[in-house]
C-alpha cells in the first residue's frame, strides 16, 4: 500500500522559502507521477506541480519560476522547493501518487497524505 507522509511546512515572512518533503512508502514509487496540492481554508483543492516517473516537472502557473518539484527515487521522496513565498500561498499542501504520466486533475491523483500547513505572513 502507497502511504505518503509529507513534511516541512510552517511560518514563513512573505519572500522567505520552505522546502516539503514527501516520503511514500511501498515499492511502486519510482513508477509513479507524484503530484503535489494545495487546499486553503474553504477552498477546492488546487494543483500545483508534478514531475512524472521519467522526471519531466510540471506546474500551476502561479508557481511557475518561484516553485522547483524533484524526486529522488532511491529515498522513496519527493520534494517542493517554495521560494518567493506570498501570503496567498498558505495553504495545507498535500502530494498523492498518480499513474498517469501528464494530469493536473485532482481526481487522477491518489493516496494522498494528510497534508503540512504552510503559512506565509505579509
Known amino acids: 500500500q502507497v502511504q505518503p507522509v509529507e513534511s516541512g511546512g510552517g511560518l514563513v515572512q512573505a519572500g522567505g522559502s520552505l522546502r516539503l518533503s514527501c516520503e511514500v512508502s511501498?515499492?511502486?514509487?519510482?513508477?509513479?507521477?507524484m503530484g503535489w496540492f494545495l487546499q486553503a481554508p474553504g477552498q477546492e483543492r488546487e494543483f500545483v506541480a508534478a514531475?512524472?516517473?521519467?522526471?519531466?516537472?510540471y506546474y500551476a502557473d502561479s508557481v511557475k519560476d518561484r516553485f522547483t518539484i524533484s524526486r529522488d527515487n532511491a529515498k522513496n521522496t519527493v520534494f517542493l522547493q517554495m521560494n518567493s513565498l506570498k501570503p496567498e500561498d498558505t495553504a495545507v499542501y498535500s502530494c498523492?501518487?498518480?499513474?498517469?504520466?501528464?494530469?493536473?486533475?485532482?481526481?487522477?491523483?491518489?493516496?494522498w497524505g494528510q497534508g503540512t500547513q504552510v503559512t506565509v505572513s505579509s
Open positions: 498523492a501518487t498518480s499513474l498517469l504520466r501528464v494530469s493536473r486533475r485532482e481526481a487522477d491523483f491518489g493516496s
Open positions: 511501498g515499492r511502486t514509487f519510482s513508477s509513479r507521477t
Open positions: 514531475m512524472s516517473w521519467s522526471c519531466n516537472p
